[in-house]
């Protein structure tokens, strides 16, 4: 069995591609989000970075912008600007590396950015920014709220050692698991989990909690496609725990 850890909507998407497969999985979502009524000023003289779909949502809530020039982390993101009718993407990138990287060419280093963020950033992120000197600031438009308990039936199954994997999208959410184990003295040296990540900063996140070698599997690209391909192949694993 495999948790996922992702807020409930995201969850549900996942739990239903991987029932197709066979895979069984248990909900429990880490994190969760408020969306934040603050009055922002949207110019064409900006570029505006939007790099989660809680972005979108927070875009989505205001009138009168869907005219804004956007830069787009994932192509889930730019999809559902789209549907939002946000059509000025001036680039869609597969991850901030990737965005980092057309920032600092010649003619798009000099722009005017505002970042679109939540409570919690990438922090990676902001440091390249500032390393480049590139013009931005950042604007918090949601807030993430983390969980601060566990599901009973979540304890009851981590305590059984049927949660054979886990799935995190984010550094937060791996932090804020692995932070409820110890709260609930759950050993991670009684489990026999297995960890997918959607990235390498991730997988470097989860290191520190001095997890086994071999035990974190990272999704060959930062997307729902690549994760769901990764689990998959490791079916077996998830299902029987071998």
């Given at each position: 069995?495999?948790?996922?850890?992702?807020?409930?909507?995201?969850?549900?998407?996942?739990?239903?591609?991987?029932?197709?497969?066979?895979?069984?999985?248990?909900?429990?979502?880490?994190?969760?989000?408020?969306?934040?009524?603050?009055?922002?000023?949207f110019t064409e003289d900006h570029i505006y970075i939007c790099a989660s779909q809680r972005c979108v949502v927070s875009l989505a809530r205001i009138k009168n912008i869907s005219n804004i020039s956007i830069i787009v982390v994932g192509k889930?993101?730019?999809?559902?600007?789209?549907?939002?009718?946000f059509n000025n993407i001036l680039f869609i990138a597969s991850d901030t590396e990737q965005l980092m990287k057309w920032m600092r060419k010649k003619e798009n280093q000099q722009n005017n950015y505002i970042y679109l963020s939540g409570s919690i950033i990438n922090e990676t992120f902001v440091v390249e920014l500032k390393k480049y000197n590139i013009s931005f600031r950042r604007k918090v438009i949601y807030q993430t709220i983390l969980k601060k308990s566990l599901n009973r039936n979540t304890i009851k199954i981590l305590k059984q050692d049927k949660i054979t994997s886990?799935?995190?999208?984010?550094?937060?959410?791996?932090?804020?698991?692995?932070?409820?184990?110890?709260?609930?003295?759950?050993?991670?040296?009684?489990?026999?989990?297995?960890?997918?990540?959607?990235?390498?900063?991730?997988?470097?996140?989860?290191?520190?909690?001095?997890?086994?070698?071999?035990?974190?599997?990272?999704s060959p690209k930062p997307d729902q496609s690549s994760m769901i391909s990764l689990i998959i192949a490791n079916k077996q694993l998830i299902n029987n725990g071998k």
């Open positions: 069995m495999i948790l996922i850890t992702r807020p409930i909507d995201d969850s549900v998407e996942l739990q239903q591609e991987l029932k197709k497969n066979k895979i069984q999985s248990l909900i429990d979502p880490l994190t969760s989000f408020k969306f934040l009524n603050r009055k922002i000023k889930k993101v730019a999809r559902r600007l789209k549907e939002n009718n886990v799935v995190f999208y984010s550094k937060t959410s791996a932090d804020v698991y692995f932070k409820l184990l110890k709260k609930y003295k759950i050993s991670l040296n009684t489990l026999s989990q297995i960890y997918f990540v959607l990235s390498a900063r991730i997988s470097k996140n989860c290191r520190k909690y001095k997890l086994e070698r071999g035990v974190i599997k990272i």
